[in-house]
């Protein structure tokens, strides 16, 4: 079974504590190469992108707010503008 690893919007992995004052509305989850944010707010949220593994890129493969999101690289670090009640999933690419 893959390792779920969860974070903040802003990079900061999750606590239990975080997951029980309600910070779970707005989260990046990573497992086995993927990674996906979730904005589950009313309000747009940026999201800084942790590491992908042996330092490739993010390569984006869904966008919400898209019909056909085009095939972005993106580094760690990156910030992507979410708007409100919006999910984004990516694959770990290799970097350039």
């Given at each position: 079974?893959?390792?779920?690893?969860?974070?903040?919007?802003?990079?900061?992995?999750?606590?239990?504590?975080?997951?029980?004052?309600?910070?779970?509305?707005?989260?990046?989850?990573?497992?086995?190469?993927?990674?996906v944010?979730?904005?589950?707010?009313?309000?747009?949220?940026?999201?800084?992108l942790?590491?992908?593994?042996?330092?490739?890129?993010?390569?984006?493969?869904?966008?919400?707010?898209?019909?056909?999101?085009?095939?972005?690289?993106?580094?760690?670090?990156?910030?992507?503008?979410?708007?409100?009640?919006?999910?984004?999933?990516?694959?770990?690419?290799?970097?350039?």
């Amino acid at each position: 079974m893959p390792e779920l690893r969860w974070f903040h919007p802003d990079g900061r992995a999750m606590t239990p504590e975080d997951w029980d004052q309600g910070a779970g509305n707005a989260v990046v989850l990573i497992f086995d190469g993927i990674c996906v944010l979730f904005n589950a707010r009313l309000d747009a949220t940026s999201f800084v992108l942790p590491p992908a593994r042996d330092g490739a890129s993010w390569s984006s493969a869904f966008d919400s707010a898209e019909s056909s999101p085009a095939d972005r690289q993106h580094a760690a670090g990156d910030a992507i503008e979410c708007p409100p009640l919006f999910s984004w999933v990516a694959t770990c690419g290799r970097s350039d």
